[in-house]
């Protein structure tokens, strides 16, 4: 008797949820679209080394995906990584009233006029980086340390950053990550 209704009423449900997933699926596909469409610009115009540079600063991206998908699939390290992704979630809140703090601009060069100071590419290189060898996630210094200090150049490679504006970024990045992959370890034992 009533389930013409009740199934109208599911499907316009279903429809409205299936909208609104669309709506953020959308949003969060904005930011890796325009990344791609760089590359494109880039390498259709000859910059090969500025792409070069491009992908490199974008691997932070990358890294951050990484670790939430650690905090599903890898029960042994979970609360280590779920701290991290917190921790990289505050981190952008950080930077965030730090440039407006500093209120120093990028560099004209870069075709932005917004704040620099610090850079968080290279504040969320460091982190990752200073965490991970901190939390032992890794076992050795070389790599995540050589990373970031790629991802951290790329930035003034491209220029988007100065120097200055790195080093206060790695600086930074590097104190929280060393505190709170620290504070992950004493976590984890107490813990277990």
């Keep these: 008797e009533g389930s013409p209704d009740a199934s109208a009423g599911q499907r316009a449900a279903m429809?409205?949820?299936?909208?609104?997933?669309?709506?953020?699926?959308?949003?969060?596909?904005?930011?890796?679209?325009?990344?791609?469409?760089?590359?494109?610009?880039?390498?259709?115009?000859?910059h090969?080394?500025?792409?070069?540079?491009?992908?490199?600063?974008?691997?932070?991206?990358?890294?951050?995906?990484?670790?939430?998908?650690q905090v599903f699939l890898n029960s042994e390290k979970r609360l280590t990584f779920g701290?991290?992704?917190?921790?990289?979630?505050?981190?952008?809140?950080?930077n965030k009233t730090l440039k407006r703090?500093?209120?120093?601009?990028r560099p004209e060069c870069s075709g932005k006029d917004s704040n620099g100071m610090p850079s968080y590419h290279a504040q969320a290189a460091a982190f990752f980086a200073v965490f991970l060898i901190t939390a032992g996630?890794?076992?050795t210094?070389?790599?995540?340390?050589?990373?970031?200090?790629?991802?951290?150049?790329?930035?003034v490679a491209i220029g988007m950053h100065s120097y200055d504006q790195i080093i206060v970024g790695c600086v930074l990045g590097g104190a929280?990550?060393?505190?709170?992959?620290?504070?992950?370890?004493?976590?984890?034992?107490?813990l277990h």
């Design 48 to 69: 090969y080394g500025r792409l070069g540079w491009y992908i490199v600063g974008t691997s932070i991206h990358w890294a951050f995906a990484f670790s939430v998908l």
């Design 15 to 46: 429809a409205a949820a299936l909208a609104r997933i669309g709506e953020i699926i959308t949003r969060w596909m904005r930011k890796p679209i325009k990344r791609i469409r760089n590359c494109q610009r880039l390498f259709q115009s000859g």
């Design 176 to 190: 929280l990550g060393w505190i709170l992959g620290a504070g992950a370890v004493t976590l984890e034992e107490a």
């Design 101 to 105: 703090y500093f209120n120093q601009k």
């Design 83 to 94: 701290i991290l992704v917190v921790s990289q979630l505050g981190g952008k809140q950080i």
């Design 141 to 155: 210094y070389t790599v995540p340390l050589f990373a970031a200090v790629l991802v951290a150049y790329s930035r």
């Design 137 to 139: 996630v890794v076992q």
